[in-house]
């Protein structure tokens, strides 16, 4: 390993806050790229379910 | 061997054998991308070696060059898939081709933010005017505007074919963007891996980044599989088959 | 092919009847660069390294000003449905309006050029430059904004998207030509880069209608 503690680790040589900077917006940007589309496939399938009990009903009172 | 292939291609534009396939696909994607992501990220931020001249800084490269490689890449998949549709009418490539953007546009902003966080240290400055950055930001206005343009236009299938158009178009800026570091003299380091030439990179350096490129290429596969997936829950929510998917 | 002749001569009798089609973007380029001193530094060494840049970049903002409307009457009194029709080639209609287009903006920009260039002590070297890199980059600017004005079309609020649009494909003309300019200035060959102008004036010339055909066609109401 080359770093001897977590402090030197997170030191980063002194250049600690670019590097962190950088990992931290991108897990960010990654987190949001993950989580949109789990979101809209949620609400995709809430609302087809939605629909489909609409339908149902629909037909049944038909 | 031709008649697999067109079995293959009319199989690819059926939105349902896409989404019975790329079910079972994406927890093992999930899985590649998740081992490939820890391994490359501890191999390279805890046993890399420093950089004789830049320290620890460096090691932002194992976001950087993943994310650069991807964001032009990624607008050529874009290219490539407006194209099928253009020529082919498949409503798939569209599908496609609409869901790469956002997720091509922020691996673009990764690139472009790391890239200006790791010239601070290294050259003093928050950004500088030089060709391969400039290039790349030039790059994020691109998927902007393929974006933009799909969104005005007021049919779904005139947007499609809009950003199809432009994408094309754009395209031609992607050669510019990878020769702009030999046309011009810049701050930029020349490009670290090339296919022909031996890396000018220590391996204890080279494998993380390697590991971290194969990565993000893995997680843009799963994005744009899972972004795709929506798209068809959507266009094709009154079909029988969509219906029954949420019985089951 | 008549069909095409006989636009290009409509449009070119319509620009000549419509001064202001032509004169107003020319008088832009004159106070877009007229702003620069005023804002800066009149100082002619300041100036003189600046100046080809900010001629071309008044040239580029001149150039978007009169894209917008390019297609935008024929989309709203049926002359793009009757082209259609026609079965004329659209990649010859769409090379005819580039070339309506670069005579109505273009050309007049490159032939006023020296005189901003004296405006802003462009050093005399890089006048010949100047208007060779004009002379072949306004070409393609107008090449490559018929695919977005054919794009945008029928958009209601499409100049600014335009813009959005068209831009990112100009800079590498932008980038060489005013490096042409630069260099002659300072004494260096700029061969170079007028070639690459040329290089891009003959792709834009076979690519770019092909891609405004296909985007005209999305103008159709439906």
Redo the contacts between chains.
Sequence with gaps: MEFASLSEFIAMGKHGLYVWLSYGLTALIVAINVALPLLRRRRLMKEQAQRLRREKRHASTT | MWQWLTQQYHRMSSPKWFYELTGRWVPWLVAMVVISAVVGLTLG??????DYQQ???F??IY??VP?ALLAQSAYLMMAISGAVF?IWRMKMAAWVAKVIA??GA?FC??AL??GA??G??TWGTWWVWDARLTSML?LL??Y??VM??QQ????ED?GH??AA??A???V??IP?IKYSVEWWNTLHQPATLTLTEKPSMHPDMLWPLLIMIVSTYL?FAL?VI??T??EI??HE?KRQW??KL?ES | MSLVVATIRRDLLLAARNPGEWANPLMFFLMVATLFPLAVDPDPKFLSRIAGGVIWVAALLATLLSLDALFRADVEDGSLEQWLASGESLYALALGKALVHWCISGLPLTLMSPLLGVMLHLPNDALLPLLLSLAVGTPVLSLLGTVGAALTASLRSGGLLLTLLILPLYVPVLIFAASAVYQAGIGMTYHGQIAMLGAMLALAMALAPFAAAAALKLNLSR
């Design positions: 931020l805890l046993f890399a070696p420093a320290g620890d800084s090691r932002i976001i950087h994310a253009l956002p997720v922020s902003l990764i933010l790391t966080i790791w601070k240290p030039l206005f691109l902007f505007g933009a343009i005005a236009m007021e049919s005139a074919k809009a158009i432009l094309l178009v754009g031609v800026n510019i997680f994005l899972l972004r997936r929506n829950l959507w929510r969509v219906k949420l």
